[in-house]
């Protein structure tokens, strides 16, 4: 039972312009959402998060966008640069009776072509 | 400030074999998660650990994989006996405070089962 999803594996942008990756989410406990990124023979390191009770978070290049309604959440990067090639993991916790449930979806690995 | 270390990077082991890795975390940090990522898959959790009590075993298979945080600092995962389908990057993850605080993680341990 796959509750957070990344439909698309891969993703190409050329330098430059515009990335977004998207993920979907079943659960609507779910309360806080963060976007990992993940170079080859490294560990994921964080990126940005945005809690439920906001629709957007910015920082610098990357802005996360959520749509509670269609349990939807999209990392915009703009502009695109070739470092940014890796692979990008959103995650969703929820609460319940105190512990946290931390859960991954499965990547979209994204290639920025110079 | 020193990332999370894990070590060894790298695993090759026959079936039925035993293996154990370690981690150590960001000081002070007093959560800490191991992780199993499969090639193509996002990261799932096996097991998170509150200093050195388990908050979440509940996806850890437990008649082959064990995991202890003494002390509440560094932690071993071992698995015995190995199969097959062990075969993945064990990632180990540390945060401190907030459960909705970002997870730092260690490169991650590639265990190859034969």
């Known amino acids: 039972d796959q509750q957070v999803k990344q439909n698309s594996p891969s993703l190409s942008v050329q330098e430059g312009r515009i990335s977004i990756l998207n993920c979907d989410y079943t659960n609507s406990m779910f309360d806080y959402f963060l976007w990992y990124k993940k170079y080859p023979a490294e560990g994921p390191t964080f990126l940005i998060s945005?809690?439920?009770?906001?629709d957007k978070n910015e920082d610098g290049r990357f802005t996360v966008f959520l749509n509670k309604s269609a349990k939807h959440l999209s990392l915009h990067i703009v502009p695109s640069q070739p470092g940014d090639s890796a692979v990008y993991f959103c995650?969703?916790?929820?609460?319940?009776?105190?512990?946290?449930?931390?859960?991954f979806g499965t990547g979209t690995r994204l290639k920025v072509l110079a | 400030e020193a990332g999370v270390a894990q070590s060894p990077r790298y695993k090759i082991i026959e079936k039925r074999q035993s293996v154990a890795f370690w981690c150590n975390p960001i000081?002070?940090?007093?959560?800490l998660y191991w992780y199993q990522q499969i090639l193509g898959q996002g990261p799932k959790l096996l097991i998170q650990f509150q200093n050195n009590g388990v908050v979440d075993d509940s996806q850890l298979p437990k008649d082959r994989f064990s995991a202890e945080r003494l002390k509440g600092v560094d932690s071993t995962l071992k698995i015995q006996p190995a199969k097959l389908e062990d075969s993945a990057v064990y990632l180990c993850?540390?945060?401190?405070?907030?459960?909705?605080?970002?997870?730092?993680f260690g490169p991650g341990t590639r265990l190859t089962v034969l």
């Open positions: 000081s002070g940090h007093a959560t």
């Open positions: 995650a969703a916790i929820r609460s319940t009776s105190g512990t946290y449930k931390y859960i």
């Open positions: 945005i809690s439920s009770i906001k």
């Open positions: 993850a540390s945060s401190s405070g907030n459960p909705r605080n970002e997870q730092f």
